[in-house]
């Protein structure tokens, strides 16, 4: 069996997972990131397309790559939609941050490149991954693509392994908390080739469900809809989903821009939490440790957040700071992940429609609606959240 040895296994190539990796070889330490998934696998599964300029400044900053300031969208704001008015939430004017459209298998892509440009170790397509933490040392097995036996070697396993991580349950019995909360939605998402409906992202509430207006490039947009969880993206062909998407945005002199319609799939609803996010020499980053409803983008931003701050503990770690190192890591994270629990949770609630609602409740969300957008508080408190209350 090939045995490797390193400083820092890292189960994840998705951006957690390369970032920590890229900024740990800034800092002069070795890293081996695997993932199950092949490149062309990881680069092709869309996902959120939303940046905080905090994550800008990271992509950016750490030198990852600047595309996202030649190839990315900076958005000023957001228009929240409901009965039939769209009402513009101005983030620069608010708090004076802007947010960027850059989708996150551009960021994989970015930092992809950047790991091999500099001779990462990083092996995509392996099978198999098992953790033991029963040794001196963190031992991680598995097979190579090409179906050789391997063993990894590493003082301390980071696990960024997304939502169903294997190294989350390597954890022993009792060594952590869950909180959890099921929505009864979901989001049918797709892509459509056509020119933007609208310059910004419009989250629409209707007596219909949720809609979002959400875009990729000036000829390809992004949408989504509230669903089912048991919706079948195979049971919607294009005449189905504009009729659906129409009903919920269209009037009062806005109208949808309509196009072939491609990459349709449904998205479940789930908040998650575990703490503490390290046990031992296993620490978590990203999904692996939290899980957000998609409305607001925070799960990549939430990840990369996670990231930076687990870029200094390992520093400090390997610069002989020991155990106490570690010790910092779930505190100097924990407060972001449940502020970003909080806004994904109300911007959810906010907007989309709960069945069995009463007629109380229904009136309670205008009510909701018209205090964000309608007083510079309420309106500051959602920009704040949406672009990552950078200025705390
Ligand atoms: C997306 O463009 O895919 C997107 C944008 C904003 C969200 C969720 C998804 O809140």
Not at 46 to 65: F, K, N, P, Q
Not at 78 to 84: E, M, P, S
Not at 94 to 108: A, D, H, I, K
């Amino acid at each position: 069996m090939k045995t490797t040895r390193t400083q820092v296994a890292i189960v994840g190539a998705g951006p957690a997972g390369l970032m920590l990796s890229h900024l740990l070889h800034r800092s002069g330490i070795e890293s081996v990131v695997l993932d199950i998934r092949t490149h062309e696998e990881i680069a092709t599964t869309i996902r959120a397309g939303i940046l905080e300029a905090g994550s800008v400044r990271l992509l950016v900053d750490s030198g990852v790559s600047d595309r996202v300031l030649t190839e990315g969208d900076r958005h000023d704001g957001v228009v929240l939609r409901f009965d039939g008015d769209n009402h513009r939430i101005d983030f620069q004017d608010l708090v004076g941050e802007s947010v960027w459209l850059y989708p996150q298998t551009e960021v994989f892509i970015d930092l992809a490149d950047r790991r091999k440009t500099d001779g990462g170790d990083v092996r995509y397509g392996i099978r198999g991954t098992a953790v033991d933490m029963s040794g001196a040392r963190p031992v991680v097995t598995f097979e190579e693509a090409d179906g050789g036996p391997a063993r990894l070697e590493a003082d301390l396993v980071v696990g960024a392994d997304g939502s169903r991580s294997i190294c989350r349950h390597a954890f022993p019995q009792g060594a952590r908390t869950e909180w959890f909360r099921e929505y009864p939605f979901a989001w049918f998402g797709f892509l459509t080739e056509a020119p933007q409906s609208h310059p910004e992202l419009i989250y629409a509430r209707s007596e219909h469900g949720f809609a979002l207006i959400s875009q990729r490039t000036p000829a390809m947009q992004r949408m989504y809809f509230q669903c089912s969880p048991a919706e079948r993206p195979e049971d919607w062909d294009d005449d189905r989903i504009w009729a659906e998407m129409r009903r919920r945005v269209n009037g009062n002199g806005f109208e949808l821009r309509e196009g072939p319609i491609s990459s349709k799939m449904v998205l479940p609803f789930r908040s998650f939490v575990t703490a503490p996010m390290r046990h031992d020499r296993i620490l978590l980053a990203g999904d692996a440790a939290h899980t957000v409803p998609p409305t607001g983008a925070k799960g990549l931003n939430l990840a990369l957040a996670d990231v930076r701050v687990l870029h200094e503990v390992l520093t400090e770690y390997f610069a002989g700071g020991g155990e106490r190192a570690l010790d910092h890591y779930t505190p100097r994270v924990l407060d972001r992940v449940w502020k970003a629990q909080h806004f994904s949770y109300w911007a959810t609630t906010m907007l989309h429609g709960i069945e069995g609602a009463s007629d109380f409740d229904i009136e309670r969300q205008r009510a909701e609606l018209a205090l964000v957008t309608g007083s510079r508080h309420g309106a500051a408190f959602f920009a704040e959240g949406y672009t990552g209350w950078s200025r705390r």
